[in-house]
């Protein structure tokens, strides 16, 4: 397996890039991320990578960070999500906002990426859930308890009836430490002055 490329960025053609790693040319897909972190050509670079044999491809994926990387590679494990699909959600969003979105369960959030419908974004929230942020420590604004506090609340908020967008605004006036019982009832304070 391939895991790091190091050598002369030839050209960019989004979203590939072709690498000469002495005198061989290796062509690399990256997320929109990454490649707005590119030098110009000519220049060199080091991409982590991750290499995808499958019965009528070989496909190298480069990234600029361990996380964009991880987080590929928990995008391609869910079923029907394969390797374009995972390049456009994290070209449409970066990795903490896409832990973001699946910690609190933003499906809506996913669907603004191109390419990503009602249901795939379900299914990503659904199997994600609990994989992305801890795992790849990710500053979304708290401890993972916190993260997960913050979901429960949004929950019970939606689950009383309030909208994605009453719960969200509620749930930013929420310290983060907030246990769920406290956090629901400053929800509510929020919610009924406005």
């Known amino acids: 397996m391939i895991g790091r490329i190091q050598g002369i960025l030839v050209s960019i053609h989004p979203p590939r890039l072709l690498v000469d ?40 994926f480069g990234f600029a960070t361990e996380t964009e990387r ?4 928990q995008l391609i494990k869910i079923s029907g999500v394969g390797s374009r699909t995972a390049l456009a959600v994290l070209s449409g969003m970066s990795v903490n906002e ?17 390419g990503i419908g009602k249901k795939t974004a379900e299914r990503l929230c659904l199997e994600l859930k609990g994989k992305l942020a801890p795992d790849l420590g990710i500053a979304t604004g708290g401890k993972p308890q916190a993260i997960e506090a913050s979901s429960e609340i949004l929950q019970a908020l939606l ?36």
């Open 98 to 114: 896409l832990a973001q979105a699946i910690a609190l369960q933003e499906a809506g959030r996913l669907t603004q990426v191109p």
């Open 70 to 73: 991880e987080a590929f590679r």
């Open 159 to 194: 689950a009383l009836g309030y909208s994605e967008k009453e719960a969200l605004l509620a749930l930013k006036q929420i310290p983060p430490d907030t246990s769920v019982s406290d956090g629901i009832r400053i929800g509510l304070k929020y919610l009924s002055k406005h």
């Open 21 to 60: 790693c002495q005198g061989i040319g290796y062509e690399v897909d990256v997320p929109m991320s990454t490649l707005y972190q590119l030098p110009q050509a000519g220049q060199k670079i080091t991409l982590l990578t991750h290499f995808q044999v499958r019965e009528d491809a070989q496909q190298l």
